[in-house]
């Protein structure tokens, strides 16, 4: 069982930086691959980035690609979203999920635990 928190949302005007962590309960967390998701007002939760369990694999939307990176730490049980550049329609509630048979799926429905997720809003 993992148990995810996100951190590391808010207020921040176009153009700028935040960087989203996601810590994890449990001793298996290294075993884990590792998404972040979004979901804005009135739309769907979409995929934004994965990494694989070793982190030696990465995948990203293509509205993020380029700004965003996904990084973690396993022996801090942290995954991390830096988010570069940001623009309005990043605007939504970040969300990481931990996928413990695939290497880091682009589909939701793949993994298996959930955070609560954290609020991000860009400014224009």
């Known amino acids: 069982q993992v148990h995810l928190v996100e951190s590391g949302g808010g207020l921040v005007q176009a153009g700028g930086s935040v960087r989203l962590s996601c810590v994890a309960s449990?001793?298996?967390?290294?075993?884990?691959?590792m998404g972040w998701f979004r979901r804005a007002p009135g739309k769907e939760r979409e995929f934004v980035a994965a990494?694989?369990?070793?982190?030696?694999?990465?995948n990203y939307a293509d509205a993020v690609k380029g700004r965003f990176t996904v990084s973690r730490d396993n022996a801090k049980n942290t995954v991390y979203l830096q988010m570069n550049s940001l623009k309005p329609e990043d605007t939504a509630a970040y969300y990481c999920?931990?996928?413990?048979?695939?290497?880091?799926?682009?589909?939701?429905?793949?993994?298996?635990?959930w955070g609560r997720g954290t609020q991000v809003t860009v400014s224009s």
């Open positions: 449990g001793r298996t967390f290294s075993y884990y691959a």
């Open positions: 990494i694989s369990w070793r982190g030696d694999r990465t």
């Open positions: 999920a931990a996928d413990n048979v695939g290497s880091g799926s682009t589909q939701a429905a793949n993994y298996d635990h």
